[in-house]
């Protein structure tokens, strides 16, 4: 499958943003698909997850109440959409889809190494200023 995000852009503290990531290649009608994110500098971590079976999300702490992902199954786009956004959401932001949801469930955790999920978007760039 692969994988094209888009949306990113400089924003400054308080806006909002909504990150877009375009599935082709193979179908993704049960996978779950996830957004990362690597700062300068920093390990990449997980952010938020759908499972495209079900609409099931997943959200780590410090993006819920202002982060929200959906899938569009007809687009087969799974969007990221940030509100409230702040100076430590600066960061290379990537999409990733794994049909193995456990796996990439865990690796959204932080307990399952990223670098074994099999398809990776070219990252957008988010840029937060205060």
């Known amino acids: 499958v692969q994988l094209v995000e888009s949306g990113g852009d400089s924003v400054q503290a308080g806006g909002s943003l909504r990150l877009s990531c375009a599935a082709s290649?193979?179908?993704?009608?049960?996978?779950?698909l996830a957004w990362f994110r690597e700062a300068l500098g920093k390990e990449r971590e997980g952010v938020a997850a759908?499972?495209?079976?079900?609409?099931?999300?997943y959200y780590v702490d410090s993006v819920k109440d202002r982060f929200t992902i959906s899938y569009d199954t007809a687009k087969k786009t799974v969007y990221l959409h940030m509100i409230s956004l702040k100076r430590d959401d600066t960061a290379m932001y990537y999409c990733?889809?794994?049909?193995?949801?456990?796996?990439?469930?865990?690796?959204?955790?932080?307990?399952?190494?990223?670098?074994?999920?099999?398809?990776w978007g070219q990252g957008t760039q988010v840029t937060v200023s205060s």
């Open positions: 759908i499972e495209t079976a079900n609409g099931e999300t």
């Open positions: 990733a889809a794994d049909p193995n949801c456990m796996f990439l469930m865990m690796a959204v955790q932080g307990l399952h190494p990223w670098t074994h999920v099999p398809a």
């Open positions: 290649g193979h179908s993704v009608d049960v996978y779950l």
